[in-house]
């Protein structure tokens, strides 16, 4: 809805593609689709552990896998809107 409305993909456009892809075993294809899907996972994976299963970990962790997962998504979305630009 993005993409047809602005023009552009947003920054988390393929992550539903890129997560069933993981579940099908196309690991390539599924960072090619959105390259932050294992710091994703990971992420979500600590979240789950931490607050659903009430798992210790440090909120040093979080915020360091959250960081680099956002880092990672950033980097990812500038280097595609280059591509789709020039």
């Known amino acids: 809805m993005n993409k047809k409305l602005f023009g552009i993909d947003c920054p988390g456009c393929g992550l539903q593609?890129?997560?069933v892809m993981v579940s099908k075993g196309?690991?390539?294809e599924a960072f090619y689709m959105f390259p932050a899907?294992?710091?994703?996972l990971l992420f979500?994976?600590?979240i789950l552990a931490h607050f659903i299963l009430k798992k210790k970990i440090t909120s040093k962790v979080l915020l360091i896998l959250g960081i680099l997962n956002v880092v990672i998504?950033?980097?990812a979305y500038?280097?595609?809107?280059?591509?789709?630009?020039?």
């Open 78 to 86: 500038v280097l595609k809107m280059n591509k789709l630009i020039n």
């Open 37 to 40: 899907i294992y710091t994703t």
């Open 44 to 46: 979500s994976l600590a």
């Open 17 to 19: 593609r890129s997560v």
């Open 73 to 75: 998504l950033i980097i």
């Open 26 to 28: 196309e690991f390539k």
